[in-house]
């Protein structure tokens, strides 16, 4: 199931790190819980402070104790820690012993010793029983990728979402596949769907602006840099992205006032912002001026 995530306050993260390396069980829990809140992947992190806290605060866990273990058992299983991994899978058994959650993780263990036909089995079993069950889909799709078999991958997102065509997460995981694989004009149609889903990501937007500037179509593009740009005025991918189409259209804009004016003010958004940071920015001033001399 999807976990809710909840945007960062600069720093926020980084605070709760150094509280949790300070010892106490409730810094430790308030770290793993805002990790797995906003999706965090940092299992060495989880190992380190999940481990101590059921070695020696299993009972001030309470029912969370459950949660705890299934988030080191990933962990653990993607590092092959492999003493952790089956001691949590061993206990998250024993108090759950028909849970297909559980049952899901036991795939995971076989995943982890590459054991990709055992893991395929367990797999197929939860989906004959129950099919609607996404996670388990996902976590063949990811056996997929993580066995090297990109194609047949990508085949498995495709029929995944002729059923669960609203998941945004594998559309962006598609995405990402079709651009490993070279296949721009497919993964644009991918941040499409994404951007119908969230109109507002400034992520989606820029990538697939970038996309489409890739696949030459510069004045769509501009369309979406511009867009991004009024998103978040100060954003340098965005300035950036809008300039290079400014750059590659100039010979068709040259007549319009419009087009000049955006230009303009584009270059000085750039501008502004390098200035603002003294030294640090005169070398992205400098390929600026180049970029404005040449296109002149």
């Known amino acids: 199931m999807m976990q809710q995530q909840f945007s960062l306050e600069p720093g926020e993260y980084e605070a709760l790190v150094a509280k949790a390396k300070l010892g106490s069980a409730s810094s430790a829990t308030e770290l793993l819980q805002f990790m797995r809140a906003h999706k965090i992947h940092q299992p060495e992190l989880v190992v380190l402070h999940g481990s101590k806290l059921l070695k020696n605060s299993q009972r001030s866990l309470g029912n969370e104790v459950w949660t705890v273990m299934e988030q080191v058992f990933l962990a653990a299983a993607e590092l092959d820690m492999t003493e952790w991994r089956d001691y949590c899978l061993k206990q998250l058994t024993k108090q759950f012993p028909s849970s297909l959650r559980v049952e899901r993780l036991k795939g995971v263990q076989k995943e982890s010793n590459a054991e990709w036909s055992e893991a395929k089995k367990i797999y197929q079993k939860i989906l004959d029983d129950k099919p609607e069950d996404t996670a388990t889909h996902k976590r063949l799709i990811a056996m997929l990728k993580q066995s090297g078999k990109i194609t047949e991958a990508v085949e498995a997102i495709n029929k995944y979402l002729e059923t669960f065509s609203t998941d945004s997460e594998v559309w962006h995981e598609l995405g990402e596949l079709y651009l490993e694989m070279g296949l721009l004009q497919r993964a644009v149609f991918c941040f499409e769907e994404l ?16 996309l ?54 584009t270059t000085e958004r750039l501008r502004h912002a390098y200035k603002s940071v003294g030294a640090h920015g005169k070398p992205a001033l400098s390929l600026l001026s180049t970029a404005l001399t040449t296109q002149s």
């Open 195 to 210: 951007i119908v889903a969230n109109p507002r990501s400034l992520y989606h937007i820029l990538t697939y602006a970038e």
């Open 212 to 265: 489409l500037y890739s696949t030459g179509d510069m004045e769509t593009s501009r369309k979406y840099f511009s867009l991004a740009s009024y998103l978040d005025g100060a954003n340098l991918r965005a300035l950036w992205g809008l300039t290079a189409c400014n750059m590659a259209l100039a010979q068709k804009d040259k007549d319009s006032e419009k087009m000049l004016q955006l230009q303009t003010f």
